[in-house]
């Protein structure tokens, strides 16, 4: 039965409070949960499962699925469904998930995620020191815009840094709002996030590095040393001293920075006691 089928038989409406956008067609479901399939995972959590759409996709081959779902009514709907029998489905919420998957080799995260979880998600599952290998998700178009974003690029700021160090990241489609029930205001992208082998910078400090980072692109009409002095409380000169120790020029921008260069200057300011 339909998203639209399910909510009406249960006398449920879609909640806005909860990102509730549902997926109309099978077939993107499949789509989605092949990208998640691949590579052989023991273990999926699926962010959301909302009406099961997807969640059957996933679970169709009897691999082993975990759904997360804050919705007390959907959670009821969810257990009742016989072909999701072998599903565990929790009541939960995503960002305060504690991940007990972290023990697993090879485990994977797939979701149509709510607008309001995607970043400050994303950014926990790239950076759990046992994370998952891999990350589908659907989220709104301009999100993956900044994390596929280039270093000089608008879109470009501190969520691809702190994405792209632990995870390489592609565009799989984007859909337009007709694919969801009701309609959302933007278009969305499906993307994979693929962990690499090794982190593409360890910088001395990781906490200092994320500060740095952030601090860049604080005052994005200032130059990068005024940026950090002000937000980091640290004088212009002491600055100026790390970003020269680093290759950085002076009236170098934060936003044209590639992270090698921001985990340089993370290490410059930890030598000098920061
Ligand atoms: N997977 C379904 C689909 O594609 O049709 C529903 C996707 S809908 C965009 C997002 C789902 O995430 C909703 O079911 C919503 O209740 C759930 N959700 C919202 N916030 C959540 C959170 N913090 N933790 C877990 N689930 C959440």
Request: aromatic share 6%; hydrophobic share 45%.
């Amino acid at each position: 039965m339909s998203a639209r089928g399910q909510l009406n038989a249960a006398g449920l409406h879609p909640k806005k409070r909860f990102g509730q956008n549902f997926l109309l067609d099978e077939s993107l479901c499949i789509k989605i949960a092949d990208l998640a399939l691949s590579e052989a995972p023991e273990y999926i959590v699926e962010i959301g499962p909302g009406t099961g759409a997807l969640t059957a996709a996933l679970a169709r081959d009897g691999c082993c699925v975990r759904a997360l779902e804050i919705d007390r009514d959907l959670v009821a709907l969810l257990r009742e469904r016989s072909d999701l029998s072998s599903v565990d489905i929790l009541e939960a919420d995503a960002l305060t998930y504690a991940w007990p998957e972290s023990r697993f080799e090879r485990w994977h995260v797939a979701g149509n995620l709510p607008y309001n979880i995607a970043t400050p998600l994303l950014v926990t599952l790239s950076q759990l020191e046992r994370g998952p290998q891999r990350i589908v998700a659907m989220i709104q178009k301009d999100v993956a815009d900044r994390l596929l974003a280039a270093p000089g690029t608008a879109s470009y700021g501190s969520l691809t840094v702190a994405v792209s160090n632990a995870m390489e990241i592609r565009r799989a489609f984007t859909l337009g709002p007709g694919a969801f029930y009701p309609r959302p205001k933007v278009d969305s992208t499906v993307i994979v996030l693929n962990r690499r082998a090794r982190p593409l910078v360890e910088p001395i400090d990781p906490r200092l590095f994320e500060k740095v980072v952030r601090g860049s692109f604080a005052y994005r009409r200032k130059t990068l040393a005024n940026s950090l002095s002000r937000s980091l409380s640290i004088e212009r000169a002491e600055i100026l001293v790390a970003m020269q120790a680093a290759g950085i020029n002076e009236d170098e921008r934060g936003e044209r920075l590639d992270i090698d260069s921001f985990a340089r200057l993370a290490d410059a300011l930890a030598g000098r006691g920061f």
